[in-house]
């Protein structure tokens, strides 16, 4: 079974500052590692994935998420935040061995940008 | 368009009177699944398939049924409805290959009075 810890549920943060939003996760095999986003009243949406090979990964919206193996952390971070990045972000991990459909999320980080 | 629709959207309801929620994309996802939102718990499976006929319980399937009679189709059941199952609910589907993404539903705004 996986786990995922997402430990801050808040992050305010001023437009145009750096992010970071952390994710820990737990399994005994290996995992494919997810980033995803939900707007306001919107279902989810990828924003960046791990499946292998280059530990840093980047989305088209200026984010990115290194896995770091040892400390089995999947963090997700942007250099500077804009406005309409305000939203819910979730990080998942799904099973390698089992198919890797079933996704674990942690319990939400929300970031609240301000002006 | 590729997408997950669900309907209804925002549904409020009493103890006990059975309830349809229905899910369905035109992608030709083998495997689609319903999860709840809850405040401070994140997304939790319910249900998942893979397959037409072929279903199986997630993290918290008590209190729900579900059917796989077509490929398009998930729909979730709640047959006797109660107030710890209000809840925002999100139905997704992917294709098999386990790196695949999953698109999500709009959602549901479920309240059981």
């Known amino acids: 079974a996986q786990s995922v810890t997402q430990l801050d549920s808040q992050v305010p943060v001023f437009e145009e500052a750096p992010v970071e939003l952390r994710c820990n996760y737990s399994?005994?095999?290996?995992?494919?590692l997810f980033w995803y986003v939900q707007y306001p009243n919107q279902g989810l949406q990828l924003l960046l994935k791990?499946?292998?090979?280059?530990?840093l990964v980047e989305s088209i919206n200026g984010f990115e998420a290194e896995f770091n193996k040892s400390q089995t952390s999947f963090h997700l971070r942007k250099p500077s935040v804009h406005i309409s990045d305000t939203a819910e972000y979730f990080c998942?991990?799904?099973?390698?061995?089992?198919?890797?459909?079933?996704?674990?999320f942690g319990t939400g980080t929300q970031l609240k940008v301000e002006l | 368009e590729a997408q997950v629709t669900q309907n209804p959207r925002y549904l409020i309801t009493v103890t006990g009177k059975k309830l349809t929620v229905t899910c369905s994309q035109n992608?030709?996802?083998?495997?689609m699944s319903w999860y709840r939102q809850d405040p401070g718990l994140g997304l939790r499976q319910i249900y998942y398939?893979?397959?037409?006929?072929?279903?199986d319980k997630g993290d918290v399937p008590e209190g729900y049924k579900v059917s796989r009679k077509e490929k398009r189709n998930f729909p979730l059941i709640l047959e006797s409805p109660s107030p710890n199952q209000t809840s925002l609910y999100f139905c997704?589907?992917?294709?098999?290959?386990?790196?695949?993404?999953?698109?999500f539903g709009p959602g549901t705004r479920l309240t059981v009075l």
């Open positions: 997704a589907s992917s294709s098999l290959v386990g790196s695949a993404e999953q698109f």
């Open positions: 399994s005994s095999v290996s995992v494919y």
């Open positions: 791990y499946l292998s090979g280059s530990t």
């Open positions: 998942a991990v799904s099973d390698i061995t089992g198919g890797g459909n079933k996704l674990t």
């Open positions: 992608m030709n996802h083998e495997y």
């Open positions: 398939s893979m397959n037409v006929e072929v279903t």
